[in-house]
């Protein structure tokens, strides 16, 4: 089986070929992604105009350098996979109108993804793991634990009530003058920085539940980076590493306690080998994923993350929950919509009367 997945939600034009053998194990034959940054670098956050023209100049680029590179045509495909939500309108239409040309003119399948089943799904392609496992997505978007019974069966533990983990890292980034993507660049400088100096807030801590917030933060912050300078007059360089090092240090804790409060009600599924998995852009960072690691040694449960490059935006993942859909029956038409919002928990595009 081998599908060509698309992805245009965000800021990532991307293109994949993935495919399955027989033993059933998949393989990423190609994936080509052609990032926007510079595009957005102006306005300091994704304009989503400029992001939707940009994705309807390059997606048939990335097709056709996806296909080259994995060395096969569309004859060789068995059906085409699109985000179709959710995320930016404008990109999501690209995306769906460019999947749905291709599925008129070859007449191949066209299978609707939604963008978050496809983060929360690469443990599956990386890894090989069984249902269900635990999923802690945390992107520059979304921050949610999930329990994943199949490819479209989700169970939502609970999320952020405000901003996720990759704003607040943005955020935080923009309040101190240090370049974006801010997850980056606040790692690095934390690496320098003392974290007890600063007390940040640990966030609906106090209440039960696996539900996050982490909007307090950043206003925690912009209060004592303004008190610093009016003493001070202006930051120094370990002013700046000490507050990202203390607001990284309240992100890592306030997930290390919610994942073992999630963990806690994962096991009660009585998942054969317990596997706790760690997906979105935010994965990317050291120390929390360190964290993670500690929480499962600690709770006798396996952790996984996919590597960097398929724990942000790409294809790939969008191609191989496509062909998780496809192999469980689903198809859809073109009538598909594309939808900028679209619960986890409510995964078939036709269960939403989109067309099958
Ligand atoms: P979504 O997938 O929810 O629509 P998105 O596509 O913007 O959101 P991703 O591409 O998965 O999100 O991740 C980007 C986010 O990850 C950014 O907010 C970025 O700052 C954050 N990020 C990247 N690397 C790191 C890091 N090392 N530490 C913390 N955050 C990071
Ligand atoms: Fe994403």
């Known amino acids: 089986l081998t599908v060509l997945g698309l992805e245009s939600s965000c800021d990532d034009t991307a293109a994949a070929v993935v495919r399955q053998t027989e033993g059933g194990q998949a393989e990423i034959l190609s994936s080509i992604v052609h990032g926007q940054t510079e595009l957005h670098s102006a306005f300091g956050g994704v304009v989503p105009e400029i992001a939707a023209r940009a994705h309807a100049e390059k997606l048939d680029i990335c097709v056709v350098q996806a296909l080259d590179a994995a060395g096969l045509t569309l004859r060789d495909m068995d059906a085409v996979a699109v985000t179709a939500g959710p995320g930016l309108i404008g990109g999501v239409m690209s995306g769906v109108m460019c999947a749905k040309g291709l599925c008129a003119a070859t007449g191949l399948p066209l299978v609707g993804v939604n963008h978050l089943a496809g983060h ?3 443990p599956r392609l990386t890894d090989g793991i069984a249902f269900p496992y635990l999923m802690l ?8 634990y ?3 019974r199949g490819p479209e069966d989700f169970i939502r533990l609970g999320g952020t009530i405000d901003d996720a983990p990759g704003e607040a890292f943005d955020k935080t980034a923009r309040l101190l003058g240090l370049p974006q ?4 660049s606040v790692e ?3 690496r320098s920085g003392d974290p007890k100096r600063f007390r940040f807030p640990r966030p609906l801590l106090d209440r039960p539940g696996c539900d996050l917030s982490f909007s307090g933060l950043k206003t925690a912050l912009m209060r004592m980076r303004d008190q610093i300078a009016s003493e001070k007059g202006g930051l120094t360089r370990q002013d700046r590493a000490d507050l990202c090092a203390g607001f990284q240090r309240a992100i890592v804790d306030t997930l290390a306690e919610k994942t073992r409060r999630a963990v806690a009600v994962y096991l009660t599924e009585a998942p054969a080998e317990p596997v706790i998995a760690v997906a979105g852009g935010v994965a990317a960072n050291t120390a929390i994923r360190t964290a993670l690691e500690t929480v499962c040694t600690e709770l006798g449960a396996k952790f996984t993350a996919p590597p960097l490059s398929l724990c942000t935006d790409n294809a790939a993942m969008i191609a191989f929950a496509g062909m998780e859909r496809y192999r469980n029956g689903a198809r859809d038409g073109l009538d598909l919509t594309a939808r900028p919002r679209w619960p986890l928990d409510q995964t078939s595009p036709a269960m939403l009367g989109s067309g099958k």
Do not use: K, N
Request: proline share 10%.
């Open 137 to 144: 997505l945390v992107s520059g978007g979304h921050c949610q």
């Open 120 to 122: 929360a799904l690469t």
């Open 181 to 184: 993507p801010g997850g980056p």
């Open 146 to 148: 999930l329990i994943a």
């Open 188 to 190: 690095s400088e934390a």
